[in-house]
């Protein structure tokens, strides 16, 4: 059983910077950060390749957010800057195996954190 736990999420204000956290139970899963603002549908933020070399983005928050990972600690980290209201949401880590490659739905994600509030607001 795959355990994830995020950390990290709070108040910030437009402008501004955060850091989440994603511990893991396992490593070189492949892992993504996804959000799900109220009344919308959960959509991807990043994903990262298992061995943390191969990071991609969704439009949205490409040149402001940066997804990493830590093999030898077990994380999985998203440095958020330039935060803008409508980064307003539940930010949630997820994970699969398998053999790699890009993937945006969350359908393939087998493994999921329970989420961190990240509110963005003056």
């Known amino acids: 059983q795959v355990q994830l736990a995020e950390s990290g999420g709070g108040l910030v204000q437009p402008g501004g910077s955060l850091r989440l956290s994603c511990a893991s139970s396992?490593?070189?899963?492949?892992m993504a950060w996804f959000r799900q603002a109220p009344g919308k549908e959960r959509q991807i933020v990043a994903g990262?390749?298992?061995?943390?070399?191969?990071?991609y983005y969704s439009d949205s928050v490409k040149g402001r957010f940066t997804i990493s990972k830590d093999n030898t600690k077990n994380t999985l980290y998203l440095s958020m800057n330039a935060l803008k209201p409508e980064d307003t949401a539940v930010y949630y880590c997820?994970?699969?195996?398998?053999?790699?490659?890009?993937?945006?739905?969350?359908?393939?994600?087998?493994?999921w954190g329970q989420g961190t509030q990240v509110t963005v607001s003056s």
């Open positions: 990262i390749s298992g061995n943390g070399a191969v990071p």
């Open positions: 997820a994970a699969r195996p398998g053999p790699f490659r890009v993937v945006y739905t969350e359908d393939e994600y087998v493994f």
């Open positions: 396992v490593t070189h899963l492949h």
